[in-house]
């Protein structure tokens, strides 16, 4: 994109906007600073962030209650949706807790990100149990599909859970996409059926999201959509289409919120259009075979510490594939990524 030239008057406009911004924020904060001196706020409670809105956060209180709507200390940046908190709420004369402030982050045990309009790296989401690929029979995934959202997620370091859904279209007999499957689950990975045509066809991943904080991933068409929309209760969604409807004026990016599942034990969503579409982003050769699980106790034993597991004498990784104990298709998709990192695949998050 070529740089737009600005007229003296449109930056003056600008840098006005930006200097009120400015001024309010700290005016805030002064007023915040001045409350938590004059004890109007509660004592620290630890909380999760659960919608983010600038600077504004909706945050839960971890004994339960309502989320409260809270706003940041200056010099807190950067918190997103899924974030541990440390914040106080101020109660007004009947002791209604109002609002709070967000006094501290607690450390992530990880963080999702995704590129920004420039390519820079950002946070979207933190502190997630595992994320789950959704696939489906119809659209049927093309053969390496599976394996780039696997290595996406060991990136993470987020647990990657593989749901096969639409199961009620599958053949009688499974078809290859369930010989697929058991290949996975061969490797380790944890893999679920569902099916949003039929009453129980959730059982196995209600199952799956107790107790864990999960987002949803998947390829467009697979399901993801209808497969939330039973998951949660209409009230939650509605709030999550009314967040999303007054973001469309403003040029924010979509937001993340996390959901509370109400048909199993303690189970929560983070969803937002962004996090579905998560992909491969800015990964090198090294990360991506470590990336493939069954690679990993082979790397750093080929012949040449620098093998890059082509045609290399004494390359570990070729040597199992020789041997039947690396499938040959999982190495030939390991090979499609690599050769993909600079091509124009490589432009992050799938679509
Ligand atoms: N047969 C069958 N169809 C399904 C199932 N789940 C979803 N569908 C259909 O698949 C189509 C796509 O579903 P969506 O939920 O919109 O898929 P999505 O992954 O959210 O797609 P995007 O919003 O484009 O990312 C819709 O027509 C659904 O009715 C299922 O279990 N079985
Ligand atoms: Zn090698």
Same mark, same amino acid.
């Given at each position: 994109?070529?740089?737009?030239?600005?007229?003296?008057?449109?930056?003056?406009?600008?840098?006005?906007?930006?200097?009120?911004?400015?001024?309010? *924020? #700290?005016?805030?904060?002064?007023?915040?600073?001045?409350?938590?001196?004059?004890?109007?706020?509660?004592?620290?409670?630890?909380?999760?962030?659960?919608?983010?809105?600038?600077?504004?956060?909706?945050?839960?209180?971890?004994?339960?209650?309502?989320?409260?709507? /809270?706003?940041?200390?200056?010099?807190?940046?950067?918190?997103?949706?899924?974030?541990?908190?440390?914040?106080?709420?101020?109660?007004?004369?009947?002791?209604?807790?109002?609002?709070?402030?967000?006094?501290?982050?607690?450390?992530?045990?990880?963080?999702?990100?995704?590129?920004?309009?420039?390519?820079?790296?950002?946070?979207?989401?933190?502190? =997630?149990?595992?994320?789950?690929?959704?696939?489906?029979?119809?659209?049927?995934?093309?053969?390496?599909? %599976?394996?780039?959202? !696997?290595?996406?997620? $060991?990136?993470?370091? =987020?647990?990657?859970?593989?749901?096969?859904?639409?199961?009620?279209? !599958?053949?009688?007999?499974?078809?290859?996409?369930?010989? !697929?499957?058991?290949?996975?689950?061969?490797?380790?990975?944890?893999?679920?059926?569902?099916?949003?045509?039929?009453?129980? @066809?959730?059982?196995?991943?209600?199952? /799956?999201?107790?107790?864990?904080?999960?987002?949803?991933?998947?390829? *467009?068409?697979?399901?993801?959509?209808?497969? %939330?929309?039973?998951?949660?209760?209409?009230?939650?969604?509605?709030?999550?289409?009314?967040?999303?409807? *007054?973001?469309?004026?403003?040029?924010?990016?979509?937001?993340?919120? !996390?959901?509370?599942?109400?048909?199993?034990?303690?189970?929560?969503? =983070?969803? *937002?259009?962004? %996090?579905? $579409?998560? @992909?491969?982003?800015?990964?090198? #050769?090294?990360?991506?075979?470590?990336?493939?699980?069954?690679?990993?106790?082979?790397? @750093?034993?080929?012949?040449?510490?620098?093998?890059?597991?082509?045609?290399?004498?004494?390359?570990?990784?070729?040597?199992?594939?020789?041997?039947?104990?690396?499938?040959?298709?999982?190495?030939?998709?390991?090979?499609?990524?690599?050769?993909?990192?600079?091509?124009? #695949?490589?432009?992050?998050?799938?679509?």
């Amino acid at each position: 994109m070529s740089k737009r030239k600005l007229s003296r008057q449109q930056r003056w406009r600008i840098e006005k906007v930006q200097a009120e911004r400015a001024r309010r *924020s #700290e005016q805030r904060d002064a007023q915040d600073s001045r409350k938590l001196a004059a004890g109007e706020y509660g004592p620290e409670q630890p909380g999760r962030v659960i919608a983010h809105f600038g600077r504004t956060l909706d945050v839960r209180g971890d004994d339960g209650g309502g989320p409260v709507r /809270c706003h940041l200390r200056a010099n807190l940046e950067g918190l997103v949706t899924g974030d541990r908190v440390v914040w106080r709420a101020a109660q007004d004369s009947s002791g209604n807790v109002v609002d709070g402030v967000v006094v501290a982050r607690s450390e992530r045990q990880n963080v999702l990100e995704r590129p920004d309009a420039r390519g820079q790296l950002k946070p979207v989401a933190a502190n =997630i149990d595992q994320i789950l690929i959704v696939f489906a029979v119809e659209p049927a995934p093309h053969p390496n599909l %599976i394996d780039r959202y !696997l290595v996406a997620a $060991e990136a993470t370091g =987020i647990a990657p859970v593989l749901v096969l859904n639409k199961i009620d279209l !599958l053949p009688e007999d499974g078809g290859e996409l369930t010989a !697929l499957l058991h290949r996975y689950e061969t490797l380790g990975y944890a893999v679920v059926t569902s099916t949003t045509a039929r009453e129980d @066809g959730l059982e196995a991943l209600h199952a /799956c999201l107790a107790e864990r904080t999960s987002v949803f991933v998947g390829q *467009s068409g697979v399901g993801k959509s209808s497969l %939330i929309d039973r998951l949660l209760p209409e009230e939650e969604l509605r709030i999550g289409a009314l967040s999303k409807d *007054s973001r469309k004026g403003t040029h924010t990016t979509t937001t993340a919120r !996390l959901y509370d599942l109400p048909t199993a034990e303690k189970a929560e969503l =983070i969803d *937002s259009p962004g %996090i579905r $579409e998560f @992909g491969l982003v800015h990964l090198d #050769e090294q990360q991506v075979a470590e990336g493939f699980i069954e690679f990993r106790d082979l790397l @750093g034993r080929c012949r040449f510490r620098d093998c890059r597991h082509r045609q290399e004498p004494g390359c570990a990784l070729l040597e199992a594939v020789e041997r039947g104990e690396v499938h040959p298709e999982r190495f030939a998709s390991y090979r499609r990524i690599v050769e993909s990192l600079n091509g124009p #695949e490589r432009l992050g998050w799938l679509k």
